[in-house]
């Protein structure tokens, strides 16, 4: 068998069939009940999450166009935030601490495949964004990255590694760029 024979060879789904159907189910209900919700509907959206098991804090804010993959998967602290248009792709869990903010476009990735096999198995890891910590727009956050509390990720940033707390990361691959110093 050749080389491309084997790497074109892939089994179906890793996930298990009541992970498709939740996953179903939630996709209707995303298109239907969340996505045409009103933008000022914050309380609607926080409701909908939590149906599907996210555990979602006091005044958060979920965007009607962010797409979260499995609700389930997804934990936001008190006052976080996924901003317009945001994928979050919670094959593994994510969380927001409080007032951790995800800005617009920005996509947090918790699974990746594993390329040095041949039949590319899913592999995932968590991604925690601190409290206070603030990802800007067009972020990617990739599998297993921790953003420390009070860390900023720079516009358009790739973030593959974890971000130390207070600093401030840009660049891709993403880099510290500077300490981040609060004014009085």
Known sequence: MSRFAKLSHRSGSPHPLGNRVLRALWGWAWLLLFRPSPRTFHAWRRALLRLFG???GKGVYVYPSSKI?????????DHSCLGDHVDCYCVDKIHLGAHATVSQYSYLCSASHDYTRADLPLVTAPISVGAGAWVTADAF????????????VGVRSTVLKDVEPWTVVAGTPARKIKDRVMQE
Do not use: D, H, K, S
Request: proline share 8%; glycine share 16%.
């Open 54 to 56: 996210a555990r979602i």
């Open 69 to 77: 993959w499995a609700p389930w998967n997804l934990e936001m602290e």
């Open 141 to 152: 956050v990739g599998p297993g990255v921790v953003i420390g509390e009070g860390a900023i």
